[in-house]
């Protein structure tokens, strides 16, 4: 098989990025037709023109909050990486450690952060933020350590056996071997963490309600909806959709930069 040339892989690219465009322009185009003919009026439904008026009527307001949301998510996200990290290499050490600890990881992935989220608002009563950045931790903190603790427990034996026959030591087997074999499974756990991370921020909004300047977009979307100001709830819920596909993309992008020139699930061959 031949790794393809650039010239291809460009044009390649370019029909993957034109597919979604046309779906979506056709979704579009499907709504906006849906609107006019049913003659819904926008506190119902409003049509994709109105909702791109709002938000750009409504832009720095939604913006500014956007970036409130976007500070808790990449504070969230971060913790959740090193902590998530940290705890998958500390249960490859030893699997006591792994089997006594990793079934409270998984109740505390399965805890819905909705019904814990206002008791942890009240422990930071303070500090609104850090409890939203807490919260969305929780969410995102489980795929991080679920699959790297996979990555790095799916080591060929083969090598492992060579390791052990030079006598290599537990950080040098860390570092030389089971870090890099679990590098697609913690860069996979990446790319679910970051939209989770998201939604964690938006859900811990919701819950603490707070306002003023310093408020999320979550509660754009709240103040909104209960004011049947529709157009700029769907303005608001576009930024956030659109955040979280910036999220997704960005780590994409990264997963495949670092495995492109040697792991099998990125590098291009010829069918």
Known sequence: MKIFDRKTQT????????????????????????????????????????????????????????????????????????SGLLMAILFTQSKWIEKSLFPYAVILQTTPIVAIAPLIILWFKNNTFAALVVCAWIVAFFPIVSNTTLGLNSV????????????????????YLRLPSAMPYFLGGLKISGGLALIG???????????????????RILISSYNLQIPRMFAALFLTTGLGVLIFVSLSYLSDFILSKWHESAVKYEN
Do not use: H, M
């Open 11 to 82: 044009k390649l690219i370019s029909a993957e990025a034109l597919a979604p465009v046309v779906v979506g322009v056709l979704v579009l185009l499907l709504w906006d037709i849906l609107v006019r003919v049913t003659n819904l009026p926008p506190y119902i439904l409003p049509g994709p023109l109105l909702v791109l008026q709002t938000l750009i009527a409504d832009w720095n307001e939604l913006f500014s909050s956007l970036l409130i949301t976007l500070q808790i998510t990449i504070v969230a996200f971060i913790a959740a990486v090193v």
């Open 156 to 175: 060929d034996r083969n090598l492992l056996n060579l390791f052990q026959l030079y006598k290599a030591s537990r950080w040098q087997t860390l570092w």
């Open 201 to 219: 921020a938006v859900v811990a909004e919701f819950v603490a309600g707070t306002g003023g300047a310093k408020s999320g977009i979550a509660y």
